[in-house]
DNA sequence: GGGAACATGTAAGTCGTTACATGATTAG
DNA sequence: CTAATCATGTAACGACTTACATGTTCCC
């Protein structure tokens, strides 16, 4: 984690979406980019003001007038350390989803257990899927003439698959446990192998 | 994070995998649940003790024969202790997808970059996908008569649907920008309605 | 003998969340 | 007037990685 990310990213939002607020920031990390990512306040007026220590963005003088609103503005500088990170090849994921992690131990805490996480997961993946349908209008109407319209809606894409996916699997999940209730370790083997060709594309 | 996602974590495969090393419980993670979750030495080792102190697990005196192993058992309280967690909701996710984010921003460092990325990521699913099949088959040999074959199955049919999701998302997405190049945002827009209806299931 | 894998730990430093602290503006 | 939202920060704490440090055993 030599990586700065939180930095990198403040830079790509000031490169993307124009001067903005330490505040407004934080609403483009939830709004755009928070199926993917997300930052904290506490992350971002800090990092903002070493950002600007370094030079790599400046603060625009307020207008005086009402709120004081600090803007930042992305410089020169910036925009050549957001190229060389944006270059450089993506980290891999380090996963980590509690909700496989207590279904795996599923054998110490019970079956009905599960089952509940699992519904749960399944109505929060419905909410997701319609969360990222209505960032796709968003985009849709709002970039249809900008040049990241391509590049938002393939982070939109990947949201629409992953959820749907996940969806299924929560589905399917809940019938291997069905199966191994009504029939035991075989008919839980029977019931996992037609999951499979169901869900996963292409098996 | 007042989790102590870690010391659950060791309870819970010392609850399922026996008496095991702290290096044995690494192998159990990288290996079982290496898919969705994650632990290092750094964090092993020392958590290992606090448990200890806290008498949820106790070590297991060494056979004074040979290389010493320091193993530890998981005790009643520890297993009180990993059922009240269990019992618990899972906590969502914090995505932090490094790939989707410098795809997100792909109009700063350009398409040829973020092209490259995607068949990177193509490649490393495929990699996983083969990863997960091997570890169908190794728990569908071993576990045929354990309680565990449910759990352990319903989390790998988690990877194989994700990583086949994930897989076909950034095919279609080297689509979009191919779209892109050809015929400009009109171009795009229909390359997504196509996508999205061959990949997300169900819609 | 040498290298890979086994095995256990510590220390430094970063990363990140949460809670705290404060105050302005706007809509009802 | 009061609750919600806007707005900017700090401090404490915990989580996590990485690098360091050390030694063994097995196989070639």
Redo the contacts between chains.
Sequence with gaps: MRER?TGH?IL?IL??GGDLSGYEIRQWVTQ??G????ESFGQIYPELQRLAKAKLIKALPGEGKGREVKRYRISAQG?TA??RW??Q?????????????????????G?S??R??LK?AEQ?MDLRCKGIAAAEDSV?RED??A?????????I??G???Y??????AE??AE??D??AAGG?EA??RA?TK??KR?????
Tied chains: 1, 2.
Aim: net charge positive; glycine share 6%.
């Design positions: 990310s990213v790509g490169a993307v755009a980019i199926f993917f990512w997300s925009r957001l190229e944006l270059t090849p993506p980290q891999a994921e380090r996963p980590r989803s509690e909700l496989l992690l207590k279904t795996f131990f599923g054998s110490v805490a079956a257990n599960v509940g996480f749960e929060a849709v249809r003439g040049d990241t319209l391509v590049y938002s809606l393939i982070t894409l990947s629409q698959a992953v749907a996916a996940r969806r299924a699997w399917a999940a291997l446990l199966a191994h370790n839980v083997l996992y999951a499979k869900i996963v594309a292409g098996a």
